[in-house]
């Protein structure tokens, strides 16, 4: 049976506290020296206006139903029109290569290179503290219980088997405010801040996407748009609500 521990206050205030204050100082201060390393260069115009048909296009999409159908059909022919559409890749005009334009040009192998190491430098030094200092401590419990799964997560660096799986190591603790701390730097730097390790760590796998296969994703998408306009049946769904609200 899972044995219940008390936790000593000093592991609060020496270990608990002073993890989680450091791993929030060494999020603001990688973000501004992330903001110091990155380097100002001219987006292309191409990238940009293909981003920006996409987006138009997806609010066609999304508000289809809510203009006439002849002015649904003229949108929808000035972006999908097999001649001139904007949303039109012709069949032999060669797919852009991230990887390609990474390595013909250095400046963006370099930002791509800092990026990298702003990330992986900061985690490999605060995991070395965590684990010469703090390892072996049973820092924290969560309020609710768990399966036997969330073992190996929460306990990382406890080989005891007998201690309730609600505890949290202090290496497990690294970890989860690592991975969790995504929306409290949102609150104190904004949203567009670069201490997204998560996403971070999956763009380190690909280095950007492919315009020619997202413009042909968002025509096809468009193609299958069934038009219905909903103005008409506006006055009757206000009709019925005012009976609801009578009756």
Do not use: C
């Not at 201060?29 to 996409?54: A, C, H, N, W």
């Not at 159908?69 to 797919?95: D, I, M």
């Amino acid at each position: 049976m899972a044995e219940d521990l008390v936790l000593d206050t000093a592991i609060r205030n020496w270990v608990l506290v002073p993890l989680s204050v450091v791993m929030v100082l060494i999020g603001v201060l990688r973000y501004f020296v992330s903001k110091l390393m990155r380097s100002s260069q001219t987006p292309d115009l191409k990238i940009v206006k293909e981003g920006q048909v996409i987006m138009r296009a997806r609010n066609l999409r999304a508000a289809a139903n809510f203009i006439p159908v002849k002015s649904f059909r003229a949108r929808k022919a000035y972006f999908t029109n097999e001649e001139n559409g904007l949303l039109h890749v012709p069949k032999g005009q060669a797919a852009s290569n991230p990887q390609a334009q990474m390595f013909s040009d250095p400046n963006m192998a370099m930002d791509m290179m800092k990026k990298n190491l702003s990330m992986i430098i900061p985690q490999t030094l605060t995991f070395a503290w965590v684990n010469f200092f703090f390892s072996g401590f049973v820092a924290a419990k969560i309020p609710f219980p768990l399966t036997q799964r969330f073992r190996s997560m929460l306990q990382n660096g406890i080989d005891l088997s007998t201690v309730d799986v609600s505890y949290v190591s202090s290496r497990s603790w690294y970890f989860l405010n690592l991975f969790g701390l995504r929306g409290l730097f949102s609150l104190i730097l904004g949203e567009e801040n670069a201490t997204d390790d998560t996403q971070r760590m999956m763009q380190m796998s690909g280095f950007g996407f492919d315009p020619s296969k997202s413009l042909g994703a968002e025509k096809d998408g468009l193609d299958i748009v069934q038009h219905d306009w909903a103005m008409p049946k506006f006055e009757q769904r206000a009709e019925a609500v005012l009976r609801k609200l009578v009756s």
